[in-house]
C-alpha cells in the first residue's frame, strides 16, 4: 500500500459551522498519504479563514483556489478539482460530515483488491445518518444497493461524500466536453461511467457520519411505507424532476460516449435520451414496455412510465433549455 496517494476532493460554500469538525476528522485519519485539496465556492461567511488556518497547519491541505474565488455550483465545483487534481486515487470530501478514522484506509484496501490498474473503479461505502450534533446509529443503505447501469440510471445510489475512484475512472470522465447542466450531480454521473465502463463496488460498512440538518433525518425504511407512496402520487413535482434528470442524464451521455456504451447501457441512453427530441404518451409507453424503466419495486417503475406519459411534453423541452 505503500506510496498510494489519495487525494481527498473538497467543496466548500457558506461552511463554518461544521467545516474545522469535518477537517480534524480528515487529519485523524489512520491512512496518513493524503493530500486534501479544498475549492471554495464563494462563501461569504468565515469559511476562507478557516481553510487558510488549516493550510497553514498541516502542509498536506492546499487551499485549491485561493487567487480565484467564483461561485460555479457544487457540481462544477466538485469536477473542476477531480480533472485538475493528480494522484493514484481520489475521494470526494463534502464540509459538514465526519469521518470514521478508517474510511480511507479501509475504502483504499477495498480499491486494491480490485483490477483498478486496468479498468475504471469506483469504490464505496455506506454512511452512518446523524443529526447536526453527531447522534444518530441508523445506517442509509446496508443491504438495499444496486450497481448495475439500467438501476442506476434511473435512481442513483452511490453518495458521493463515500467514493473513492481510481485514474482509469477518471480518464473516461472527458470532462471538457460536459454540459454540466445535464448532468445533476457528479457522483450520479461518475457512478454511471463506472457502471458503464468497469466496476462499482460496495463496502458495507459505514465509513462517515452524515449529518442530517434541521431534524431532517429520513430513513431508508420509510421510503416504501404506504404514507410515503400516497405522498409521492398527490405531490408529483419532485418525481416530475427526478424523471426529467435521468432523460437529461441519458440524453448527454448518448451525446458524448453513444455508441462506445455498452449495447445493455447503450439501449437505455439512447433510448431514453432520444425522449428530448420525440416522444408521445404511446410511444413512451411502448418505451417502457421494451426498456422498463428500473426501479426498485414494480409500483416504481409503472409511476415512472405514467409520469412520462402525462409529462410528455416536460422531456420535449429539455432540447429547448
Same mark, same amino acid.
Given at each position: 500500500?505503500?506510496?498510494?496517494?489519495?487525494?481527498?476532493?473538497?467543496?466548500?460554500?457558506?461552511?463554518?459551522?461544521?467545516?474545522?469538525?469535518?477537517?480534524?476528522?480528515?487529519?485523524? %485519519?489512520?491512512?496518513?498519504?493524503? #493530500?486534501?485539496?479544498?475549492?471554495? *465556492?464563494? /462563501? !461569504?461567511?468565515?469559511?476562507? &479563514?478557516?481553510?487558510?488556518?488549516?493550510?497553514?497547519?498541516?502542509?498536506?491541505?492546499?487551499?485549491?483556489?485561493?487567487?480565484?474565488?467564483?461561485?460555479?455550483?457544487?457540481?462544477?465545483?466538485?469536477?473542476?478539482?477531480?480533472?485538475?487534481?493528480?494522484?493514484?486515487?481520489?475521494?470526494?470530501?463534502?464540509?459538514?460530515?465526519?469521518?470514521?478514522?478508517?474510511?480511507?484506509?479501509?475504502?483504499?484496501?477495498?480499491?486494491?483488491?480490485?483490477?483498478?490498474?486496468?479498468?475504471?473503479?469506483?469504490?464505496?461505502?455506506?454512511?452512518?445518518?446523524?443529526?447536526?450534533?453527531?447522534?444518530?446509529?441508523?445506517?442509509?443503505?446496508?443491504?438495499?444497493?444496486?450497481?448495475?447501469?439500467?438501476?442506476?440510471?434511473?435512481?442513483?445510489?452511490?453518495?458521493?461524500?463515500?467514493?473513492?475512484?481510481? %485514474?482509469?475512472?477518471?480518464?473516461? #470522465?472527458?470532462?471538457?466536453?460536459? *454540459?454540466? /447542466? !445535464?448532468?445533476?450531480?457528479? &457522483?450520479?454521473?461518475?457512478?454511471?461511467?463506472?457502471?458503464?465502463?468497469?466496476?462499482?463496488?460496495?463496502?458495507?460498512?459505514?465509513?462517515?457520519?452524515?449529518?442530517?440538518?434541521?431534524?431532517?433525518?429520513?430513513?431508508?425504511?420509510?421510503?416504501?411505507?404506504?404514507?410515503?407512496?400516497?405522498?409521492?402520487?398527490?405531490?408529483?413535482?419532485?418525481?416530475?424532476?427526478?424523471?426529467?434528470?435521468?432523460?437529461?442524464?441519458?440524453?448527454?451521455?448518448?451525446?458524448?460516449?453513444?455508441?462506445?456504451?455498452?449495447?445493455?447501457?447503450?439501449?437505455?441512453?439512447?433510448?431514453?435520451?432520444?425522449?428530448?427530441?420525440?416522444?408521445?404518451?404511446?410511444?413512451?409507453?411502448?418505451?417502457?414496455?421494451?426498456?422498463?424503466?428500473?426501479?426498485?419495486?414494480?409500483?416504481?417503475?409503472?409511476?415512472?412510465?405514467?409520469?412520462?406519459?402525462?409529462?410528455?411534453?416536460?422531456?420535449?423541452?429539455?432540447?429547448?433549455?
Amino acid at each position: 500500500m505503500a506510496n498510494k496517494q489519495v487525494a481527498i476532493l473538497m467543496s466548500t460554500y457558506n461552511g463554518e459551522k461544521y467545516l474545522e469538525e469535518q477537517i480534524e476528522s480528515i487529519i485523524q %485519519q489512520s491512512y496518513s498519504d493524503w #493530500v486534501l485539496y479544498i475549492r471554495d *465556492d464563494g /462563501s !461569504k461567511d468565515h469559511t476562507v &479563514d478557516i481553510i487558510k488556518k488549516y493550510c497553514l497547519i498541516d502542509d498536506r491541505i492546499i487551499f485549491f483556489n485561493e487567487e480565484h474565488i467564483e461561485n460555479i455550483g457544487v457540481t462544477r465545483s466538485f469536477m473542476e478539482l477531480f480533472s485538475q487534481v493528480n494522484a493514484d486515487f481520489y475521494m470526494f470530501s463534502d464540509q459538514d460530515d465526519y469521518w470514521k478514522k478508517d474510511k480511507v484506509l479501509h475504502t483504499l484496501n477495498a480499491m486494491l483488491e480490485q483490477e483498478f490498474q486496468s479498468k475504471p473503479v469506483c469504490v464505496h461505502t455506506d454512511l452512518q445518518i446523524v443529526d447536526k450534533n453527531l447522534h444518530g446509529n441508523e445506517v442509509m443503505n446496508g443491504d438495499y444497493i444496486w450497481h448495475d447501469f439500467p438501476h442506476l440510471l434511473f435512481c442513483n445510489c452511490v453518495t458521493g461524500c463515500t467514493m473513492m475512484m481510481n %485514474q482509469k475512472l477518471k480518464e473516461m #470522465v472527458h470532462f471538457e466536453q460536459i *454540459d454540466y /447542466s !445535464k448532468i445533476y450531480l457528479h &457522483d450520479w454521473w461518475i457512478a454511471l461511467i463506472a457502471a458503464s465502463f468497469g466496476k462499482v463496488i460496495y463496502l458495507n460498512e459505514a465509513t462517515i457520519m452524515y449529518r442530517q440538518h434541521e431534524g431532517n433525518v429520513i430513513g431508508r425504511n420509510e421510503k416504501n411505507t404506504i404514507g410515503h407512496l400516497l405522498y409521492r402520487v398527490i405531490h408529483q413535482l419532485p418525481e416530475r424532476q427526478h424523471m426529467r434528470r435521468v432523460i437529461k442524464i441519458a440524453h448527454e451521455l448518448d451525446l458524448i460516449y453513444g455508441e462506445k456504451l455498452p449495447q445493455s447501457a447503450y439501449n437505455y441512453v439512447h433510448n431514453y435520451g432520444d425522449l428530448v427530441y420525440k416522444g408521445a404518451p404511446l410511444h413512451n409507453l411502448g418505451l417502457s414496455i421494451k426498456f422498463p424503466p428500473q426501479r426498485m419495486t414494480p409500483k416504481g417503475k409503472v409511476f415512472f412510465t405514467y409520469l412520462m406519459m402525462i409529462y410528455n411534453r416536460d422531456l420535449r423541452r429539455i432540447a429547448e433549455e
